[in-house]
């Protein structure tokens, strides 16, 4: 794993859009994973000006989205679908047919998940995987006690979820209970993980995430097991890591390292 310290949040979405800037630079036609919340909107953000100011190309581009509430429509100004769009697809050159994002008003919930996962597959796998974390320290909504081998599926939300995102709804009764969420066992075959985390509240999940053992109570510490994962982290999100000196060091050094 590769820990990355950035004193603000702008530094962090930067740094993150830089990574994925670079990866569309060396394959042009690159699957993209995306998360939403608020951690990600700053890289959207940033990924928005670079297409506007650098030219930054999305036309061969295709993404796959982490998750949706079920039962919301694509119009429901709280769905992840409505969420892409105005953050990021709307001012952006990628075309609509290479959007995925899982549905949260299929009538057969098996078999879309199967066809998301297909689809995934057929398009080459995943080559960058963008990843927010929550306060319970659960990747896309993969919540703790998720199997570390899970697939696309519907999982029921945990209570700290529904009222960490009661936020974006006027009570914490209008949150879905459930969410169609790729599973951990997805997520761990992109081949490149990048997770951004801000805030105090998120660093005592990181720390878990990063140091701890690798346990389904807290998903995101299934990345130790992934070849090439990055966190990419504000201060207050780092705060609880014990090697943070270390980590540090290894940033500082990194233009000499080998
Ligand atoms: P947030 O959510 O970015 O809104 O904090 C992250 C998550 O729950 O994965």
């Not at 993209?32 to 061969?60: C, I, W």
């Not at 299934?222 to 090697?243: C, E, N, V």
């Amino acid at each position: 794993m590769e820990i990355i310290v950035k004193d603000s949040v702008e530094e962090m979405s930067k740094a993150a859009a830089r990574m994925v800037a670079r990866t569309l630079n060396a394959k042009p036609n690159a699957v993209l994973g995306l998360a939403t919340g608020s951690t990600p909107l700053g890289l959207y953000k940033e990924l928005v000006r670079m297409h506007n100011d650098e030219g930054l190309d999305f036309s061969q581009v295709t993404t796959f989205n982490l998750d949706e509430y079920v039962g919301l429509t694509q119009k429901h100004t709280q769905s992840y679908h409505y969420f892409m769009h105005e953050n990021l697809f709307k001012h952006i050159n990628i075309p609509p047919q290479n959007v995925y994002i899982p549905s949260g008003t299929t009538d057969n919930y098996e078999s879309f998940c199967k066809w998301y996962e297909q689809r995934i597959v057929e398009c080459g796998g995943i080559d960058l995987q963008i990843l927010g974390i929550g306060s319970d320290g659960h990747i896309a909504f993969n919540e703790p006690s998720s199997s570390l081998g899970s697939r696309t599926r519907i999982k029921t939300l945990a209570k700290q979820t529904i009222d960490d995102n009661a936020r974006f709804f006027d009570s914490a009764e209008e949150v879905p209970i459930y969410a169609i969420t790729m599973g951990v066992g997805t997520i761990l075959e992109a081949h490149k993980i990048i997770l951004l985390a801000n805030g105090k509240n998120k660093a005592d999940a990181v720390a878990q995430s990063v140091e701890g053992p690798v346990t389904s109570l807290i998903t995101a510490s299934a990345l130790q097991l992934h070849r090439d994962t990055m966190f990419i982290l504000d201060r207050g999100a780092a705060s609880g890591l014990k090697m943070l000196d270390y980590y540090q060091w290894i940033q500082d050094k990194m233009p000499d390292a080998p």
